[in-house]
């Protein structure tokens, strides 16, 4: 894809308008502001910059252009998001090289899994499909307009019925392996009579089951989730999921999330269940903000796609014991990252989709009457062990302070633990000890994981910038990210400038250097590079010199602070050099044991770091 291209797309179409279109924007000063969507925040630190086409978040550290917010918001790929965003300016995108020999791109297995998903629902409509397959259904309390929103569907009873019907059509069967349709035959082969008088190297992956297709945010099919037909064979796993393919990766799907998307957004909360039926049930009920994951514990990437749409999620999942300890490892993962989480908890050992056929309305309540997450746990722990008892009120201490270590916000945490001591009688002191323990444990093992850059240069905001010299670095190449004069007029001024080797370190500068006319942004993929870069574009323009300055004036008084910059720049590179200088002779002059040299030095060293010139 030319860069031309990308270019013309973003002139063409308004961030603020774009931006504007999933969160609210307030003018201020030369910036739009926002409550930041990608994290919780009462006070708004998300800003937009129309002019120079660009966001960033101070809160989170996020940021870049129209492209970098909608693939972060739709959690969607590069690709996906220039087709959308062209679509809307009105671009039209030239093909990608080789694109009509590869018959494994993503495009072609979307095709291929969208008439999988019409051979399905077709098999369901069908004679057999309704008599074994559609009364079953109906049992469980499933309307015809349910099965028809989530497009369920029937793989019939035999090897190779989905293979023949997707072979008739033009597919072959290395698309439909990658596609998680069919499985390879093994060496042994099937001792299957039916089987063996196939000459066929493949068979159907699903077969009696009912089909329960799982979407992306924009409605295509990627995979499914198919449960064992009614008096299918029991001895068979009754859930079985595609696996990962090219547009299916069970670590980031959520079942569901296509038709909640909308109401999750309007509602802020997502409320999660254990399985397919539950989801339906749960959107049955007018309870539409509902996913599930699929066939895994639920994962920081989901967490982070529901995060999009709302702060808060409420976990619904079984009361038993696998249920509960389900619902506990789902509220840490949430919880760590700042969402507020709360446990919907039923009285009888009925599930979401038992409920929902039964008493809807019931079910509406007890999701209203959910419990904080911390507050269940605590009861949870409470009712296990006796708190009247030394042994119980430990263990039920340290039980809590195992949650507790994944609440970040200091108020709430010292609030949870004046809770604690007040259920299990004990002085708060006491049991914050504990808690502090648990917690001081926890860190300790983290803290032998730094952030890596992979650059071998950490990044301002990982590292602090200790030395003035590497500031004034930081401050300049801002200075060039911000203005594309005054990125012009540096790099005549570094031709033949000792102070350039320095500026390339830094790992931003290689860009600047790239971009030639165009945005340096434009060019980093990197998102922690990239979020780097947007921080330090907004930190200029947001400084105190431009607050009142007229655009038309803004670049020669950037110019102007920018040349101050660099002139003090060149003045710490030769006081540094200058030291090392004399730490070199300051060696020379202890080895010889010249006491006089070595005061002599002393005084010059101390004297140079000491100007603030």
Same mark, same amino acid.
């Given at each position: 894809?030319s860069?031309?291209t990308i270019d $013309?797309?973003?002139?063409r179409?308004?961030?603020v308008d774009l931006i504007g279109? %999933? ?10 502001k926002?409550?930041?969507?990608f994290?919780?925040?009462r006070t ?5 910059? +129309?002019e ?15 492209f970098?917010?909608?693939m972060?918001? *739709?959690?969607l $790929?590069?690709?996906?998001v220039?087709?959308?965003l062209a679509e809307?300016a009105g671009v039209?995108?030239?093909q990608y090289k080789? @694109?009509?020999?590869?018959k494994?791109?993503k495009?072609?297995?979307y095709? =291929? ?7 399905f *629902?077709?098999?369901l /409509?069908?004679?057999?499909g309704?008599?074994?397959i559609?009364?079953?259904l109906s049992e469980?309390?499933?309307?015809q307009?349910?099965?028809a929103t989530?497009? =369920?569907g ?6 190779r ?5 997707l072979?008739?059509?033009?597919f072959?069967v290395q698309?439909?392996?990658s596609a ?6 093994s060496? $042994?082969? &099937?001792q299957?009579?039916?089987?063996k008088t196939q ?6 992956r699903?077969r ?8 992306d945010? #924009?409605g295509?099919v990627?995979g %499914?989730?198919a449960?064992v037909a009614p008096?299918?064979d029991?001895t ?11 547009v299916?990766?069970k670590?980031?799907a ?5 038709q909640?998307k909308?109401a999750m957004k309007q509602e802020?909360i997502?409320v999660?269940?254990e399985?397919?039926?539950?989801v339906?049930?749960m959107?049955?009920?007018g309870i !539409?903000n509902?996913v599930?994951v ?13 995060k999009r749409?709302?702060? +808060?999620v409420?976990?619904f999942?079984d009361m038993?014991g696998?249920?509960q300890k /389900?619902?506990?490892k ?5 919880l760590? !990252?700042?969402m507020i989480?709360s446990v919907?908890a039923l009285t009888?050992?009925?599930d979401a ?5 039964e008493?809807p309305?019931g079910?509406r309540?007890?999701v209203?009457?959910?419990i904080p ?5 605590l009861?949870?722990?409470?009712k296990q %062990?006796d708190q ?5 009120k430990?263990k039920i201490?340290?039980?809590?302070a195992e949650?507790?270590?994944?609440? !970040?916000?200091?108020i709430e945490?010292a ?6 001591s +007040?259920a299990?009688?004990m002085e708060e002191k006491l049991v914050?000890g ?9 860190e300790?093992?983290?803290?032998y994981?730094?952030?890596e850059t992979g650059r071998g ?10 030395k003035?010299?590497e500031l #004034?670095?930081e401050?300049?190449?801002g ?12 790099? &005549?001024l570094?031709l033949?400038?000792e102070?350039k080797?320095f ?9 600047l ?10 060019l980093i993929?990197?998102?922690v590079l ?5 921080r330090?574009?907004?930190?200029i323009?947001e400084?105190?010199d431009f607050i ?5 004036d ?5 110019l102007e ?8 720049l060149?003045? @710490?590179?030769?006081?540094r +050099?200058?030291?090392?200088a004399?730490?070199r002779?300051?060696r020379?002059?202890r ?7 070595e005061k ?5 060293f101390?004297?140079i770091?000491?100007? !603030?010139?």
């Amino acid at each position: 894809m030319s860069d031309g291209t990308i270019d $013309e797309i973003k002139a063409r179409l308004n961030i603020v308008d774009l931006i504007g279109s %999933y969160v609210h924007l307030d003018k201020s000063g030369v910036h739009y502001k926002a409550c930041c969507p990608f994290h919780q925040e009462r006070t708004p630190s998300f800003m937009v910059n +129309e002019e120079k086409n660009m966001w960033h978040c101070f809160g989170c550290g996020k940021g870049g252009d129209v492209f970098a917010f909608v693939m972060e918001m *739709e959690g969607l $790929e590069f690709r996906e998001v220039l087709k959308m965003l062209a679509e809307r300016a009105g671009v039209e995108l030239p093909q990608y090289k080789g @694109e009509e020999k590869n018959k494994e791109t993503k495009d072609r297995v979307y095709e =291929l899994l969208e008439l999988a998903t019409k051979f399905f *629902e077709k098999q369901l /409509a069908g004679e057999v499909g309704q008599k074994k397959i559609g009364t079953y259904l109906s049992e469980r309390g499933l309307s015809q307009e349910s099965i028809a929103t989530f497009r =369920l569907g029937y793989a019939p009873d035999g090897w190779r019925h989905l293979l023949e019907f997707l072979t008739s059509r033009g597919f072959s069967v290395q698309e439909m392996e990658s596609a998680g349709l069919v499985i390879k035959k093994s060496n $042994e082969g &099937n001792q299957d009579s039916r089987f063996k008088t196939q000459d066929s190297t493949h068979y159907d992956r699903f077969r009696d089951r009912i089909m329960f297709p799982i979407f992306d945010i #924009l409605g295509r099919v990627i995979g %499914y989730s198919a449960r064992v037909a009614p008096g299918g064979d029991e001895t068979q796993a009754k859930y079985i999921n595609t696996p990962e393919t090219p547009v299916y990766h069970k670590s980031r799907a959520l079942y569901g999330l296509f038709q909640a998307k909308m109401a999750m957004k309007q509602e802020g909360i997502t409320v999660i269940v254990e399985g397919n039926m539950d989801v339906i049930a749960m959107h049955q009920a007018g309870i !539409k903000n509902t996913v599930a994951v699929s066939g895994t514990a639920l994962t920081d990437e989901q967490l982070t796609t529901m995060k999009r749409y709302g702060s +808060e999620v409420k976990l619904f999942f079984d009361m038993d014991g696998a249920g509960q300890k /389900a619902a506990r490892k789902s509220a840490e993962s949430a919880l760590s !990252k700042e969402m507020i989480v709360s446990v919907v908890a039923l009285t009888s050992g009925k599930d979401a989709s038992d409920m929902g056929k039964e008493n809807p309305e019931g079910l509406r309540e007890a999701v209203k009457a959910s419990i904080p997450a911390l507050r269940y746990f605590l009861q949870t722990s409470l009712k296990q %062990y006796d708190q009247n008892t030394p042994d119980g009120k430990r263990k039920i201490a340290e039980e809590y302070a195992e949650l507790l270590v994944f609440v !970040k916000n200091p108020i709430e945490r010292a609030f949870w633990v004046k809770e604690l001591s +007040e259920a299990i009688q004990m002085e708060e002191k006491l049991v914050l000890g504990v808690v502090n323990t648990v917690i001081q444990s926890r860190e300790r093992r983290e803290r032998y994981t730094p952030f890596e850059t992979g650059r071998g240069e950490p990044l301002k905001g990982t590292i602090p910038f200790g030395k003035r010299s590497e500031l #004034l670095r930081e401050e300049l190449v801002g200075f060039m990210y911000a203005d594309s004069v005054v990125r012009e007029t540096f790099f &005549n001024l570094l031709l033949d400038d000792e102070t350039k080797s320095f500026l390339e370190k830094h790992p931003l500068y290689f860009f600047l250097v790239q971009a030639g006319i165009r945005d340096p942004l434009t060019l980093i993929e990197d998102s922690v590079l990239k979020n780097e870069a947007t921080r330090l574009i907004f930190h200029i323009l947001e400084l105190p010199d431009f607050i009142d300055v007229p655009e038309e004036d803004r670049t020669g008084k950037m110019l102007e602070i920018a040349k101050s910059y660099f002139e003090d720049l060149k003045r @710490e590179i030769t006081k540094r +050099e200058k030291l090392i200088a004399l730490e070199r002779a300051l060696r020379e002059a202890r080895e010889k044991n010249d006491n006089e040299l070595e005061k002599k030095l002393l005084a010059q060293f101390t004297e140079i770091s000491l100007d !603030k010139s």
